[in-house]
């Protein structure tokens, strides 16, 4: 319930009054400044995510060089800061040599993560031009299942070096005179996990990790290095994975990354929609558990350096999960983990957003899994691509989200949950608020960006602002995604079943009462003075 007694008294809202909620804004309160690449995305060798996705010679939509030009102008348009590549698990059995050099001579393998055929006709150099086509960063990850140190360090010598050099020269002969300078760079994908090529355990992989991040730093002292995080929090050696990795190798890496995929399944939510719209509060929790690892290890170490986090594999799947929806069939790109996406999911993601920018303080880089297709909020055909609903929260913190993360003071009513622990034993009560509110500001350009989730499946609820040191002065946009039916989804013959309403915004002022839909996410974007 709402605490009564509160400094919300003191600004004169009635309290009990069922439907409310409070958020008090300051400008001195500030939880970070916004690494827009917390918004990042995956693209994976898997499925339709790069062939037909983003790459498809010969179709009347793609460009001289093969790029789908609707899926750039998408990804353009919004602004994706950074996107990972080439995988996921299709990464610990790729050999990055496959995918360079003249395209007439690289060879069809069978790719074994996914049993599909890898033609290589996409691969590191097309994705570097399609990175600078759309104006995003590569983030590109690294064999760590079958591939060696060797390998990976030569990669990053291929990417980064000048001239003069074995790789740097191959580079040059392929028709790259000028270094990619790939500033990030991920050390393995789910090295902790049976299904992954190469699995290893966690000594060991932070001692290889250790070994070949020491070589790249010689290479090139400015990379970035993502250690390989545990693969989720159901791992049995969840936490303790990263916790003895970071001991092998803490010295050596920037970051360490998380992963976790959320459903409405049974198992999880036993299908109430009112659990499930909470699961951002569980990344919440996995982010914090993580840090506190790192931390943990750089009290042991006595380290003057603190790890940042790169939740680089997050999304709603949970239906494209057995059967042929992960087996390739060994055919070139199949389809695979293709979700169909609803207003439910929409609203959940738009929780997700909201906790990763809460979080910006730790949390420097966050990937949706994955952009187009494969667990994706665009999907292509023939003719076009469509948004589905979960593109629109997504595509509006990317607009509107800049400058700082605000620290909000923030009560709301609350409802309860019965929550699922490791083994899903549904004995843990929690109170979950019925609105989350993130909210950043852009003093220098003079714009605030504020984020909504009314999680009350039934009833509008209100939101009371309290500006301080802050003056909106006009509303600039106020968008909603909700509606009666929440398993609504898009389709091309229905783009907007589920789509963005205009929502009447309050009046701009140092007091402003959003009246929030039921079961909906809202953006607005004021201009402000301070």
Not at 336 to 345: A, F, G, H, T
């Amino acid at each position: 319930m709402l605490a009564t007694g509160s400094w919300l008294d003191a600004i004169g809202y009635a309290q009990g009054v069922r439907g409310s909620a409070r958020a008090l804004i300051q400008q001195p309160r500030v939880r970070a400044d916004v690494d827009r690449r917390v918004l990042g995305a995956f693209l994976e060798h898997l499925g339709r995510a790069v062939y037909t996705g983003i790459y498809q010679p010969g179709s009347p939509l793609a460009d001289s060089s093969g790029f789908r030009s609707d899926v750039v102008r998408e990804v353009k348009e919004v602004g994706v800061p950074i996107v990972r590549y080439p995988g996921g698990n299709f990464v610990s059995g790729y050999n990055w040599l496959d995918g360079v050099g003249p395209k007439q001579q690289r060879p069809t393998v069978l790719e074994r993560a996914w049993n599909s055929i890898e033609t290589n006709q996409f691969g590191t150099n097309e994705f570097i031009d399609w990175c600078r086509m759309v104006g995003t960063e590569p983030l590109l990850g690294m064999n760590f299942g079958t591939g060696s140190a060797e390998m990976a360090v030569a990669y990053v010598e291929y990417c980064n070096y000048e001239r003069g050099t074995k790789w740097s020269d191959l580079r040059r002969s392929h028709g790259f005179e000028k270094p990619h300078n790939v500033r990030y760079w991920c050390l393995g994908n789910e090295m902790d996990g049976p299904w992954q090529i190469g699995q290893m355990q966690a000594r060991e992989y932070g001692r290889k990790a250790r070994d070949a991040a020491r070589q790249m730093r010689v290479i090139d002292g400015t990379v970035q290095l993502i250690a390989c995080g545990s693969s989720g929090t159901n791992m049995p050696q969840y936490l303790i994975w990263d916790r003895e990795v970071l001991e092998e190798c803490y010295d050596q890496v920037d970051g360490i990354s998380l992963h976790a995929y959320y459903g409405n399944t049974p198992a999880l939510t036993r299908n109430s929609t009112a659990r499930y719209l909470a699961m951002n509060l569980d990344m919440d929790r996995q982010i914090r558990e993580i840090a506190a690892v790192c931390d943990y290890v750089q009290g042991l170490r006595r380290s003057s350096k603190r790890l940042w986090l790169s939740f680089d594999e997050w999304n709603v799947w949970y239906r494209a999960r057995s059967g042929d929806a992960v087996d390739g069939r060994r055919q070139v790109a199949p389809k695979l983990l293709e979700e169909v996406y609803n207003l439910e999911d929409a609203l959940l993601v738009g929780g997700f957003v909201n906790t990763l920018l809460r979080n910006a303080d730790r949390v420097r880089i966050g990937c949706i899994a994955q952009l187009v297709n494969v667990i994706a909020p665009l999907v292509t055909n023939d003719t076009g691509v469509l948004r589905q609903s979960t593109w629109f929260p997504y595509a509006w913190a990317l607009r509107y989200a800049r400058g700082r993360v605000l620290d909000l003071r923030v009560e709301s009513d609350t409802y309860p949950i019965t929550a699922a622990g490791l083994q899903a034993d549904f004995a843990r009560n929690d109170q979950v608020p019925f609105v989350d509110v993130v909210a950043t500001l852009d003093a220098q350009a003079g714009q605030a960006c504020v984020l909504m989730l009314n999680r009350d499946l039934d009833g509008e609820r209100e939101l009371a602002l309290e500006w301080r040191d802050i003056t909106p002065t006009r509303v600039l946009a106020c968008e909603t995604l909700t509606g009666p039916d929440l398993k609504a989804f898009n389709t091309f013959e229905e783009p907007r079943r589920v789509a963005p309403q205009r929502l009447e915004p309050p009046a701009a002022g140092a007091r402003m009462t959003f009246k929030l839909p039921a079961r909906s996410y809202t953006v607005a974007q004021l201009a402000t003075t301070t």
